[in-house]
Each structure stands twice: as structure tokens, then as C-alpha cells.
């Protein structure tokens, strides 16, 4: 039995400079707080294509040599979504920053220190995740009736 599911794509961006981290201060909209660089993945664009054209965007730094970390995804079973945010590392990174983005002020944040940020739920909880040995796998499916995340589940891979 085939059924329809309808797919959306985002990357995240972890940008890592010694023991710092870049992180864009969001305060607009119901997702503020401290978030890495990422977005949509514009279709027909590679998926890694995406992310160093949203980093672009968001920080103004060129980056390179992604080290592909881990996916985190929403499914939603009743409406038939998947949202699919695939996750990357580097170290690589040239450019200057942007004084002001849409997205958020970019600042450069110890990653010791941004454990204890405001950060949303998602990026809260595959944030360590970033620095460990190893891909990830995070699944959340969506709750409905209560329009709010449901049961995760994480996988190290």
C-alpha cells in the first residue's frame, strides 16, 4: 500500500572555532533563541548546496568541508509530513561576519557557555550532539490533537 508523504528539507550549520561555536540570537517569531545558521533546502539544490548558501545568507562566511552529523525529523503520521533537518560540523570558514542578519545577530559563543543559553527544545537537545564521535539520528512525531512534539527518539549511529 503506497501513501502519499509530503517532504520538506532544512540543514543546520554548526560553525566551530576552537573552543567557540557561532550562533545567531533570534528574537522574532515563536522560535527565539540561540540557533546555528541553516534553513530550507531550495529544490533542486543539493542538500550540502543548501547549507553553505544558507550560512551565506544567515552569517555572511563562506564555509566548506561539512562533516555530516546527523538527522533530526518531524513526522507528522495524520497529516503525512516528514520534515527533515540534516545536521553538519566545519571547522572551515572564511568571509566577514555580518554585522546584523534577518535571522539573528551572530555572535561567537563558547560552547561551554551555550549550554546554558536559551535555545529551542530541537536545537537544545542534538546540540551536544554536534561535538561527540559519530552521526545521529533524532525522530520526534508530531502530536496532533495536542500540536506539540510527541514522543523522540535518538539514535547515535
Not at 533570534?26 to 547549507?51: C, L, M, T, W, Y
Not at 555530516?68 to 507528522?76: R, T
Request: charged content about 30%; proline content about 5%.
Amino acid at each position: 500500500m503506497s501513501v502519499e508523504v509530503h517532504y520538506k528539507i532544512w540543514t543546520v550549520c554548526m560553525i566551530q572555532n576552537g573552543d567557540k561555536v557561532l550562533l545567531l540570537d533570534r528574537q522574532h517569531d515563536n522560535f527565539k533563541g540561540f540557533i546555528p545558521p541553516g534553513g530550507k533546502v531550495e529544490f533542486p539544490e543539493s542538500i550540502v548546496d543548501g547549507a553553505i548558501r544558507e550560512v551565506k545568507e544567515e552569517t555572511g562566511l563562506e564555509v566548506s568541508n561539512l562533516v555530516y552529523k546527523g538527522l533530526y525529523e518531524y513526522v507528522n503520521p495524520v497529516a503525512k509530513d516528514r520534515y527533515m533537518i540534516f545536521n553538519y560540523l566545519t571547522q572551515d570558514f572564511k568571509g566577514e561576519l555580518l554585522i546584523d542578519s534577518p535571522e539573528g545577530k551572530p555572535v561567537w559563543v563558547n560552547i561551554e557557555k551555550a549550554y546554558n543559553l536559551p535555545m529551542q527544545e530541537s536545537i537544545r537537545r542534538r546540540f551536544p550532539l554536534f561535538f561527540e564521535e559519530g552521526s545521529f539520528e533524532i525522530q520526534v512525531v508530531w502530536d496532533n490533537q495536542k500540536d506539540q512534539e510527541g514522543i523522540f527518539t535518538i539514535k547515535k549511529t
